[in-house]
């Protein structure tokens, strides 16, 4: 009988704790740079922590690292098209129309014209009846 044997790394204990406190000190790092204020580099901060911490387990605990050139090919193909995604909504998002009205609204699509008076209706006079029935006794 043969037995087949599928090749398969095994990573160290000490590799997982090595992760493991990786994560934890990102994951303080996360939590510090919530309660700082750093102005606008605030979001950038928070999302390269992401980005690191989501790295790390991809790497790590997907077993990516050690994986086929196919797998790394399949993860990055992934990724570029979750950026194309992203960068279209982006895109989408940023070329409507957001304007704010007069009137308060601030809805998609509501585009003021400045200078402009809008139409007036012509108004009963003070002495006719709503109805326009005449003189209002």
Avoid at 57 to 86: D, E, I
Wanted: hydrophobic share 50%; glycine share 8%.
């Amino acid at each position: 009988m043969s037995s087949s044997h599928v090749s398969s790394h095994v990573s160290p204990v000490s590799t997982y704790l090595t992760v493991f406190g990786t994560l934890m000190v990102l994951t303080t790092a996360t939590v510090a740079a919530a309660f700082v204020h750093i102005g606008a580099f605030n979001f950038p901060i928070a999302i390269g922590i992401a980005i690191t911490k989501a790295t790390v387990v991809v790497l790590f605990f997907m077993h990516v690292k050690y994986s086929s050139r196919l797998t790394k090919f399949v993860v990055v193909s992934c990724l570029f098209f979750l950026a194309c995604l992203f960068g279209l909504t982006f895109t989408d998002y940023m070329s409507r129309g957001w304007f704010a009205s007069p009137r308060g609204t601030t809805m998609a699509g509501t585009q003021v014209t400045v200078g402009a008076t809008p139409a007036r209706t012509a108004e009963a006079p003070a002495h006719e009846a709503p109805g326009g029935a005449g003189p209002a006794h």
